[in-house]
């Protein structure tokens, strides 16, 4: 086994990578090679972003633009991400992956699928650091020698001292950290970044419809009802009440789900609502609602939908399947299962 450790320096912040540098090590941290691409973004540079960022790059934009492209160097990174034998190792990667995963759908090139390490996160699952976690910081900690920040090459060396420091502080092999601190690791698959917090999508976690969950719960509820299971309920409309909604995005992204697979609609205008989800703390004034509306209790909407008990449980929702059944996850995500064996 041996480690590949990469950085990525990108002409624009969404990409446009003008650098891949990388250095494979064996397990004990000895270089066996190292190299740093040059690469033409085909992108104009962000000298704006960069200067406000205080970005300073080594090497001049004749210097990126006469370089290769990405398409003359994919053979290339594809056989370093790809190689099985290659444990894959960064700082702050995700970046990195996104970055590449741009390029590769700016230029039409297949998506690469590798699963990596970020030395980022291990400071701050293990360290329990939340301060001074900038690469150069953290290398300056280690007594190196003074290394250029933002050429792709030295952020690669600086991330393997930072992360051998790391090792040598807290008694731990790399081996302890693939073993205990899965959390630390990201996969790329398809062009998608799935970091490792218990999810395949990204979304907030907490159980409260954020803002950024809510735009997914407005896609779900843009969906045509499906009539999987029944039409018992078409032409109904079905709703919860805003203090259930606010309070359990798995709930609420469950209820939409089921009840399009009964042919129904789902709304959050509770007036509109036939059958409305309440609890004690539900608030809502007579005059807003339906001539004739149901109210139902939890339990109740479980029974009316012919689901099992505590089925709608925010702890027995897996939300990924939810979230899987949007038009623009659903081919996706069922590469994904086929992929990775899952039902």
Not at 14 to 29: A, L, M, V, W
Not at 165 to 194: A, C, P, Q
Request: glycine share 4%; net charge negative.
């Amino acid at each position: 086994m041996n480690y590949l450790f990469f950085d990525t320096e990108c002409a624009h912040g969404r990409g446009g990578i003008c650098e891949f540098g990388y250095i494979i090590t064996d397990e004990k941290f000895n270089i066996i090679t190292a190299d740093n691409l040059l690469i033409n973004p085909h992108i104009k540079f962000d000298d704006y972003g960069h200067k406000k960022a205080g970005i300073v790059f080594a090497y001049s934009k004749d210097e990126y633009y006469s370089a290769p492209d990405i398409m003359d160097r994919y053979d290339h990174i594809k056989e370093l991400l790809t190689d099985k034998n290659n444990v894959i190792i960064g700082y702050s990667t995700d970046c990195d992956a996104k970055f590449l995963n741009y390029d590769l759908e700016r230029f039409d090139l297949p998506f690469l699928n590798y699963t990596f390490w970020d030395v980022l996160k291990m400071y701050r699952s293990i360290a329990n650091r939340t301060t001074n976690l900038k690469l150069d910081v953290l290398y300056s900690e280690t007594g190196g020698a003074e290394l250029m920040h933002h050429e792709a090459l030295s952020d690669t060396k600086m991330t393997i001292e930072v992360l051998k420091k790391l090792l040598h502080d807290y008694n731990l092999t790399f081996t302890d950290i693939m073993e205990n601190y899965k959390e630390t690791s990201s996969e790329s698959f398809n062009g998608r970044v799935i970091i490792n917090d218990g999810s395949i999508f990204n979304y907030t976690k907490g159980g409260k419809t954020t803002v950024a969950n809510h735009k997914i719960l407005d896609d779900c509820i843009k969906m045509p009802p499906i009539n999987v299971y029944s039409q018992v309920f078409k032409d109904k409309i079905f709703s919860i009440a805003p203090n259930i909604v606010k309070e359990n995005f798995a709930t609420t992204m469950a209820i939409c789900n089921y009840t399009k697979k009964m042919g129904a609609t789902f709304t959050l205008s509770v007036c509109d609502a036939h059958y409305l989800l309440v609890d004690e703390k539900s608030k809502i004034p007579k005059n807003r609602l339906r001539k004739g509306v149901k109210l139902l209790n939890l339990a109740q909407f479980e029974q009316l939908l012919n689901l099992e008990k505590d089925a709608l449980l925010p702890e027995n929702i897996v939300i990924d399947e939810f979230i899987g059944e949007l038009p623009y996850n659903r081919e996706w995500f069922s590469e994904y299962k086929k992929t990775h064996n899952l039902k």
